[in-house]
C-alpha cells in the first residue's frame, strides 16, 4: 500500500496568496517498472523533466535540506538550498502540479541548476530523481582532524561498517537466522550490486541509495532490525537480560548486524542511523513514513559484543542432504579416511563445504571426482567455522548427470588438477 507523499517543507506557502488550484490539464507522471533514467546514462546525468514528478522533486528538496520561501500553495515554489539565508543565494522555482503551460520548463530549469550547483544537497536529490530510491544514511561523530577532516581510517571504518550493515539486511532477506555465516552470501553480495552511494564532503557521513526495486525488501528489513537491535540494546542495559536478543532474530537482527554496529561504533561518540522511502514508491506496509534516527554510542558496545558472541554460539547445526562436485581430496596416507571439499551445487545456501569421510566413503568420492560426476552426501551444516563444515557425513552415493554436465565437470577436473592432494605418504 503506497501512503501520500509528505516531506516536511513542500506544499506550504510563504505568505503569498492562494489562488485557486487550476485544473489537473494532465496527470502526474506514473513511475515506470524501471528507474526513470539511469545516473550512469552518457550525458549530463539530469533526469528528462518530463518525467518528473513536481511533488517528487519537493519531497526530495525538503528531505536534503532545501528550504520553501515563498510561492501560492498549489501553484509555484521557491526554494533555496541548505544554509542560504531568507534573501541570498541560488534559487529554484519549482512548480507544484503539471498543470502549468510552463510546468515541465520550470522543471528542466530546476534540474541544469541542481546539476551545475554540484554541493552533495544537490547531487542527491538528482540521484533521487534519476533513480527513485530508498535512502539509508550512517552519521559518525569522530574527532576531526585539520580543517575539519577525517582521517582516512575513520573513513575506510565507516563504508566498511555500513557496507556489513547492508550485507546483514541483505542476509535477513533470504531467511532470519542468528548467525548466518557462509549461508546466502553470495546471493545478499550481489543484491547490493544496485546500490548507490554518495559521501559528506566532510567524511563523516555516508548515504546508500537503494534503487525500487529491487531494494525496497533490504530497506524495510534493515528498518525493522535496527530498531529491534535498538530495543534488544535497551533491555540488555536495564535488566542484564539477553532476551529481547533472541526474539529480535526474527526482525533481522543476527551476529553479522550487531558485529557492524561495533564496527561502526568503535573509535567514535556516537552514530546515528536513518532511513527515508523513496517517494516516488510510497511507504511499505508495516513501516513507519518517517521513520526515527536509530542512534548507537560506545556505552552500547559490551551489550552489542555480548549479544555477538550469544548468536555465534547459539546458532544450532542444519540436517542438509548436499549435492557437491569434488574439487580437492586430502588424507594423510595412501591408506584410511581423509577431507574432501565441495563445491556445492544444491542442498545448502552455501558455495563449498569441508567433508571428513571414512575409508569407503573417500574412496567412493575420489572416484566419483576422476569421472567427473557429483556426489551427494547426508549430514549436519555446523555453525562453527561459519557453515563451512558437514559433520557425521553418510550416505555418500555419486549422482548421474546429463552428458553436458558431465562433461563441464571433467573439464574443470583437467584444468584444476592442483586441487587434486591425496597425499602418498605421512606428513604430507
Given at each position: 500500500?503506497?501512503?501520500?507523499?509528505d516531506?516536511s517543507?513542500?506544499?506550504?506557502?510563504g505568505?503569498a496568496?492562494?489562488?485557486?488550484?487550476?485544473?489537473?490539464?494532465?496527470?502526474?507522471p506514473?513511475?515506470?517498472a524501471g528507474?526513470?533514467?539511469s545516473?550512469?546514462?552518457?550525458?549530463d546525468?539530469?533526469?528528462?523533466p518530463g518525467?518528473v514528478?513536481?511533488?517528487?522533486l519537493g519531497a526530495?528538496l525538503?528531505r536534503?535540506?532545501w528550504?520553501?520561501?515563498g510561492g501560492?500553495?498549489?501553484?509555484?515554489?521557491?526554494?533555496?538550498p541548505p544554509g542560504?539565508?531568507?534573501?541570498?543565494?541560488?534559487s529554484l522555482l519549482v512548480p507544484?502540479?503539471?498543470?502549468?503551460?510552463?510546468?515541465?520548463?520550470?522543471?528542466?530549469?530546476a534540474l541544469?541548476?541542481?546539476?551545475?550547483?554540484?554541493t552533495p544537497?544537490?547531487r542527491e536529490?538528482?540521484t533521487?530523481?534519476a533513480?527513485?530510491?530508498?535512502e539509508?544514511?550512517?552519521?559518525?561523530?569522530v574527532p576531526?582532524?585539520?580543517?575539519g577532516?577525517?582521517p582516512?581510517?575513520?573513513?575506510e571504518q565507516?563504508r566498511a561498517?555500513?557496507?556489513?550493515?547492508?550485507?546483514a539486511g541483505a542476509?535477513?532477506?533470504r531467511g532470519?537466522?542468528?548467525y548466518h555465516?557462509?549461508?546466502?552470501r553470495?546471493?545478499?553480495?550481489?543484491a547490493?550490486?544496485?546500490?548507490?552511494?554518495?559521501t559528506d564532503?566532510?567524511?563523516r557521513a555516508?548515504?546508500?541509495f537503494?534503487?525500487?526495486?529491487?531494494?525496497?525488501?533490504?530497506?524495510?528489513?534493515l528498518?525493522?532490525?535496527?530498531h529491534a537491535a535498538?530495543?534488544?540494546?535497551?533491555y540488555?542495559?536495564?535488566?542484564?537480560?539477553?532476551?529481547?536478543?533472541?526474539?529480535a532474530?526474527?526482525?533481522?537482527?543476527s551476529?553479522?548486524?550487531t558485529?557492524a554496529l561495533?564496527?561502526l561504533v568503535?573509535?567514535?561518540?556516537?552514530?546515528?542511523?536513518?532511513l527515508a522511502?523513496a517517494p516516488?514508491?510510497?511507504?511499505?506496509d508495516?513501516c513507519?513514513?518517517?521513520?526515527?534516527?536509530v542512534?548507537?554510542?560506545?556505552?552500547d558496545l559490551?551489550a552489542l559484543?555480548?549479544?555477538?558472541?550469544r548468536?555465534?554460539t547459539?546458532?544450532?547445526?542444519?540436517?542438509v542432504?548436499?549435492?557437491?562436485a569434488?574439487?580437492?581430496?586430502?588424507?594423510?596416507?595412501?591408506r584410511?579416511?581423509g577431507?574432501?571439499?565441495?563445491?556445492?551445487?544444491?542442498?545448502a545456501e552455501?558455495?563449498h563445504?569441508?567433508v571428513?569421510?571414512d575409508e569407503e566413503?573417500y574412496?567412493t568420492?575420489g572416484?566419483?571426482h576422476?569421472v567427473g560426476?557429483p556426489?551427494?552426501?547426508v549430514?549436519?551444516l555446523?555453525?562453527r567455522?561459519?557453515f563451512r563444515?558437514?559433520?557425521?557425513?553418510s550416505d555418500?552415493?555419486?549422482?548421474?548427470?546429463?552428458?553436458a554436465?558431465?562433461?563441464?565437470?571433467?573439464?574443470?577436473l583437467h584444468?584444476?588438477?592442483?586441487?587434486?592432494e591425496?597425499?602418498?605418504?605421512?606428513?604430507?
Amino acid at each position: 500500500m503506497h501512503r501520500p507523499i509528505d516531506e516536511s517543507g513542500h506544499g506550504t506557502g510563504g505568505g503569498a496568496g492562494r489562488g485557486p488550484v487550476p485544473p489537473p490539464y494532465r496527470p502526474h507522471p506514473v513511475p515506470s517498472a524501471g528507474p526513470a533514467g539511469s545516473w550512469t546514462d552518457p550525458g549530463d546525468g539530469v533526469p528528462d523533466p518530463g518525467r518528473v514528478d513536481p511533488r517528487v522533486l519537493g519531497a526530495l528538496l525538503a528531505r536534503h535540506g532545501w528550504r520553501r520561501r515563498g510561492g501560492p500553495a498549489g501553484r509555484y515554489g521557491r526554494w533555496t538550498p541548505p544554509g542560504d539565508g531568507p534573501g541570498g543565494g541560488t534559487s529554484l522555482l519549482v512548480p507544484d502540479t503539471l498543470a502549468f503551460p510552463d510546468s515541465e520548463e520550470l522543471i528542466g530549469e530546476a534540474l541544469t541548476a541542481l546539476a551545475r550547483s554540484g554541493t552533495p544537497a544537490a547531487r542527491e536529490v538528482l540521484t533521487g530523481l534519476a533513480v527513485p530510491s530508498d535512502e539509508i544514511r550512517w552519521w559518525r561523530e569522530v574527532p576531526p582532524g585539520p580543517a575539519g577532516t577525517v582521517p582516512w581510517p575513520a573513513q575506510e571504518q565507516l563504508r566498511a561498517a555500513a557496507r556489513g550493515v547492508l550485507l546483514a539486511g541483505a542476509l535477513a532477506v533470504r531467511g532470519r537466522a542468528g548467525y548466518h555465516g557462509s549461508r546466502h552470501r553470495s546471493a545478499a553480495r550481489a543484491a547490493l550490486d544496485a546500490v548507490l552511494v554518495g559521501t559528506d564532503p566532510g567524511g563523516r557521513a555516508l548515504t546508500a541509495f537503494l534503487p525500487v526495486p529491487p531494494g525496497r525488501p533490504l530497506a524495510v528489513r534493515l528498518h525493522h532490525a535496527l530498531h529491534a537491535a535498538r530495543e534488544a540494546v535497551d533491555y540488555q542495559r536495564a535488566t542484564n537480560g539477553m532476551e529481547a536478543f533472541d526474539s529480535a532474530v526474527e526482525a533481522g537482527v543476527s551476529r553479522e548486524l550487531t558485529e557492524a554496529l561495533v564496527a561502526l561504533v568503535r573509535g567514535t561518540e556516537g552514530v546515528r542511523i536513518a532511513l527515508a522511502w523513496a517517494p516516488a514508491a510510497g511507504v511499505p506496509d508495516g513501516c513507519a513514513a518517517r521513520p526515527e534516527p536509530v542512534e548507537f554510542s560506545p556505552g552500547d558496545l559490551p551489550a552489542l559484543r555480548e549479544a555477538s558472541a550469544r548468536y555465534l554460539t547459539d546458532e544450532p547445526s542444519v540436517p542438509v542432504r548436499i549435492t557437491g562436485a569434488v574439487v580437492r581430496l586430502r588424507r594423510s596416507g595412501p591408506r584410511g579416511g581423509g577431507t574432501v571439499k565441495l563445491r556445492v551445487l544444491g542442498g545448502a545456501e552455501v558455495g563449498h563445504v569441508r567433508v571428513a569421510l571414512d575409508e569407503e566413503a573417500y574412496r567412493t568420492a575420489g572416484h566419483a571426482h576422476l569421472v567427473g560426476l557429483p556426489i551427494r552426501v547426508v549430514g549436519r551444516l555446523e555453525s562453527r567455522g561459519g557453515f563451512r563444515r558437514l559433520a557425521d557425513a553418510s550416505d555418500v552415493v555419486p549422482v548421474q548427470v546429463d552428458e553436458a554436465e558431465r562433461d563441464r565437470l571433467m573439464k574443470s577436473l583437467h584444468e584444476d588438477l592442483d586441487y587434486f592432494e591425496e597425499a602418498c605418504g605421512p606428513g604430507e
